[in-house]
């Protein structure tokens, strides 16, 4: 299957400071990736849909200046958490759709992020 | 209602024993229908992947899809502890937009 590389798979910060996390679609165009949330021995939570060249669109409750999301290519978009707080501690999967696929949606290995 | 449901488990099996794992759903708009699986601390990882009805195998696992019921399966055959995981079961309408169910926490015992 397809394959979608999501990075950094670990990451510790400071409260206050800023983190950003790739996903990229390694073998195929994605015109549409997704970012959620998980907390432990819970399902997904979706937190934006993002499409490339627009803005995302984030579900209700979501921050959109808390969380920035940039689709700029057809392989990547980021998310970046900012000003991170101890509650934003928690592990982020990406997931994209193949632009000329059949409805098949691939994830990324996740990131773990810890705010100190 | 939610959109999906699924029983989160935990399920605890011998090895070699035969899996069944199920979702049920509302919206009978849905044909895009997905099987994940999720060990921990990783992303999930696309095992099935059924367009409209009918069954798919592939290996030891089956997939399948009754519209009509809006009830969905995954059965593993001589399961193994390295099927110790979470399964997700995932739909959509279209392929924009995806509803997940909760997952079932499966346990193979050696």
């Known amino acids: 299957g397809a394959v979608v590389s999501q990075h950094p798979s670990w990451v510790i910060c400071k409260s206050g400071t800023s983190v950003k996390i790739e996903c990229r679609s390694l073998?195929?165009?994605?015109?549409?990736m997704f970012w959620y949330r998980q907390f432990p021995k819970q399902s997904l939570m979706l937190m934006a849909t993002?499409?490339?060249?627009?803005?995302?669109?984030?579900e209700q409750g979501v921050e959109k200046d808390k969380f920035l999301i940039n689709h700029a290519s057809l392989t990547l978009s980021t998310l970046t958490v900012t000003s991170a707080h101890p509650e934003d501690s928690s592990f982020y999967i990406c997931?994209?759709?193949?632009?000329?696929?059949?409805?098949?949606?691939?994830f990324g290995e996740g990131s773990r992020l810890t705010v100190l | 209602q939610k959109e999906v449901e699924q029983d989160p488990g935990p399920l605890s099996v011998p090895e070699g024993a035969i899996v069944s794992l199920n979702c049920t759903y509302s919206?009978?708009?849905?044909?895009?229908f997905m099987w994940y699986r999720q060990y921990s601390r990783k992303g999930p990882e696309l095992l099935m992947y059924t367009y409209s009805s009918g069954n798919k195998e592939d290996g030891r696992f089956t997939a399948q899809v009754d519209k009509s019921s809006k009830y969905i399966s995954l059965f593993i055959r001589d399961s193994q502890p390295s099927d110790s995981a979470t399964y997700l079961c995932?739909?959509?309408?279209?392929?924009?937009?995806?509803?997940f169910g909760t997952g079932t926490s499966l346990t193979v015992i050696p």
């Open positions: 919206n009978s708009a849905f044909q895009y």
């Open positions: 073998d195929f165009q994605a015109t549409t």
């Open positions: 993002s499409n490339e060249g627009s803005k995302a669109t984030y």
């Open positions: 997931s994209a759709r193949e632009a000329q696929g059949n409805g098949e949606l691939f």
């Open positions: 995932a739909m959509s309408v279209s392929g924009n937009q995806f509803y």
